[in-house]
């Protein structure tokens, strides 16, 4: 049961990296000349990215410390429930910040674009098997 668990966990920790319409494109050139992004607007962009980048790597640190921790609780004998629950809100709040933070990077971004940018972009978003969508 505790291994089912486990990769209940670890499946979910994938779904909580990016939100559905943030990926790296600033560092896709192609994609910023189809943007037409101006100079001023790819140097705020790249400002909003190195401001969160920091925050970011500690929030994902810390879900993946809380993840370990979890697993520890789990495989610990003798298994002590009310420690193995601790471990569970500690990964929701882990898990919770790291979404909140690229979520407020994600809204952040889309203040820097014009209105016509933001749908380009949502045009040329990597589908599932990481090619564009053509619409």
């Not at 929030?59 to 002590?80: G, K, M, S």
Request: aromatic share 6%.
């Amino acid at each position: 049961m505790p291994r089912l668990l486990l990769l209940v966990l670890a499946a979910g920790s994938l779904f909580a990296q990016m939100p559905r319409n943030l990926y790296a494109w600033w560092d896709n050139k192609v994609i910023v000349q189809q943007l037409n992004l101006s100079g001023a607007e790819v140097q705020g962009i790249h400002a909003a990215v190195t401001q969160y980048r920091a925050r970011l790597m500690r929030a994902r640190a810390n879900v993946l410390d809380a993840e370990q921790n979890l697993e520890e609780e789990f495989n610990r004998e003798p298994f002590d429930q009310d420690k193995t629950r601790q471990a569970v809100e500690q990964l929701i709040a882990a898990r919770s910040d790291l979404t909140r933070t690229l979520c407020e990077l994600s809204l952040k971004l889309r203040v820097l674009l014009t209105p016509e940018q933001w749908k380009e972009l949502q045009r040329l978003r990597p589908n599932k098997q990481g090619e564009e969508q053509q619409k």
